[in-house]
């Protein structure tokens, strides 16, 4: 029995389950310690033949230092199954042939090694925590205004995460200083962006009707998700808070947890739902 | 013949003019040089007889400094004329009972200094420029997130100010991170609070209609004042930008002038409109 949960079950049974997307942080661990059972939990997923993606915001890290991390606190994954923010923007510069002006965690520096930083005519903002500066901030500010066609990216619009010693403000609070500061309104590389999940989905080889995103973050994870046509699942480990998250004005999970294992407990019992209304 | 400057004659000639309220940084000067022809422009408006009262959303210097400031750079004014947002910030404390955690400028606190600050039960953010890193913004989220009723204050909810080297992140951008990561709304004590602009209004002895204010933040200073049944003018001085201001969607200024000396010499000179008018 799993105690707690509420599910859509109409919801569950639109189709079977193929994939799951798996945010990270406040999912798989808090910190750099694993959420109790999370280890096993993406571990029976992989024994059932789904399909995995790791798709998160973190901009702290470069993909294969998250990568590294996750491994050594247990986790079994490749580095081409995580999607983080940085590589798609990447893309996204190359493609704009946009030089940018990074106001990111020293850690991700690596993921834009390739990227021209020279003449700079765009901002990048990521989660540089304690590197957001105010000299920074004004920096790109600064550029943003002066530039004839300024353009603002955002690697997310996370408002907070859960670290180990609390509460964290997220990449959002600073993008949204720089769009008061500025007027510009700026474009989001990161989850809740439905381009963003595409690339993860089209990875995956499967429809968005087949895969079940599972997060923390009920805007950018589950509402996100369910823009995109998945389903999403909301755990109550992390950065969840049951007065802001359990009965969001505009969000509605197609399942709450309390944790990933239940979650994963939740898509693999789906089928017997099905069963369980037809005996009916 | 004053060049360049646009007025809406009817607004000049609702009433007479006794006295006028002065936006300081910007205005009177940028950074620590006056603006050419400011100082002068002020000891008309004494001579004149027409009440003068300095109303300013700065807070990187107390009430004290601030005054001193302006007299070493040569203006002739009284402290007592002086209204900068912590002055009014700690009565509005004072008189609720609350506690602040002050996200400010050290240079501020003195004026904060009658005020209990343990157990902190409110956050105040006032312009901490480079004082605004991510750990002060951070212990602000996190009590705010922790409050069972929290409150957010907020001395102005400007964009940006010019400084000597540019322009620079005023203390409306930090505020609106906080209240994004937050979900709170901050109460603005300063510009363009109407219960901020009563205070002088008070002391001078004037209605509003009677007053006109002068500055370079269309929408605090002009549409702020405008609100209290005050006449508001633009200057083209300070932060003041023709493609934004100019033509802004929501303010319409009575004035836009040059800079203070163009504004004073309207203000002398509206009663000859009515004459002008009179003879046509």
Known sequence: MLPNYT??????????????????SGVLKNGNVAIPG????????????????FV????????????EKLRRIGFQLHENEVFPPAPAMVETLKGLR??????????????????????????????????FTYERMNSAFRLLMELKNPKLFTLGRGRYYLEEDGLCLDVGCF??????????????VGKPSSSFFATPLKDMGLDSSEVVMIGDDIESDVGGAQKCGMRGVLVRTGK???????????????AVVN???????????????????KHE
Chains 1, 2 share one sequence.
């Open 38 to 53: 999370s280890i096993e939990a993406v571990q029976r997923l992989r024994k059932c033949g789904l399909k995995l993606r």
């Open 240 to 254: 969840f808070r049951p007065e802001r998250d359990e009965n969001h004005p505009n969000v509605k999970p197609d």
């Open 7 to 24: 599910v859509n079950i109409m919801a569950w049974l639109r189709s079977p389950i193929k994939g799951v997307m798996l945010d990270i």
């Open 56 to 67: 998160t915001n973190e901009t702290q890290l470069s993909r294969h230092d998250l990568t």
């Open 175 to 188: 993008t949204t200083a720089l769009e008061f500061a500025t007027g510009l309104k700026a474009e989001v």
């Open 98 to 131: 946009l030089n940018p002006m990074l106001l990111v965690h020293p850690k991700v520096l690596i993921d834009f090694k390739d990227v021209d930083q020279s003449n700079p005519n765009c901002v990048v903002v990521g989660d540089a925590a304690e590197h």
């Open 259 to 277: 944790d990933l294992a239940q979650g994963v407990e939740l898509i693999l019992s789906s089928e017997s739902f099905k069963s369980l209304i």
